[in-house]
Nanobody, 125 residues
Framework: QEQLVESGGGLVQPGGSLRLSCAASGRTFSSNAMGWFRQAPGKEREFVASINWSGGYTLYADSVKGRFTLSRDNAKNTVYLQMNSLKAEDTAVYYC??????????????????WGQGTQVTVSS
């Protein structure tokens, strides 16, 4: 059974950094695009970043561009979201997602077939 498990969330002060990890199990996702989304209370789930199968191409939401970096280690079946210069508006539950049979990046949640359970990120002083 395919499973995505996020880790690395927590409480951080504005301007701080966190690194989220998403470990996949049950199958290899080395040929699949993966992404991160987030959802704040009372808001819809929004796109954060996506990475293609090789890690050679990434796509970011304008709100995180220049601050967040998405990478992957296919040997470990894991993707990483490095988040720097965090702001209060980055507070949300962050979800990892994977596409089933597609190697290309995508912005829409409907493009992804597998989802993790989410990890809370809170940016507050």
């Amino acid at each position: 059974q395919e499973q995505l498990v996020e880790s690395g969330g927590g409480l951080v002060q504005p301007g701080g950094s966190l690194r989220l990890s998403c470990a996949a199990s049950g199958r290899t996702f080395s040929s699949n695009a993966m992404g991160w989304f987030r959802q704040a209370p009372g808001k819809e789930r929004e796109f954060v970043a996506s990475i293609n199968w090789s890690g050679g191409y990434t796509l970011y939401a304008d709100s995180v561009k220049g601050r967040f970096t998405l990478s992957r280690d296919n040997a470990k079946n894991t993707v990483y979201l490095q988040m720097n210069s965090l702001k209060a508006e980055d507070t949300a539950v962050y979800y990892c997602a994977a596409r089933r049979n597609n190697a290309a990046v995508a912005r829409l949640p409907s493009s992804y077939d597998y989802w993790g359970q989410g990890t809370q990120v809170t940016v507050s002083s």
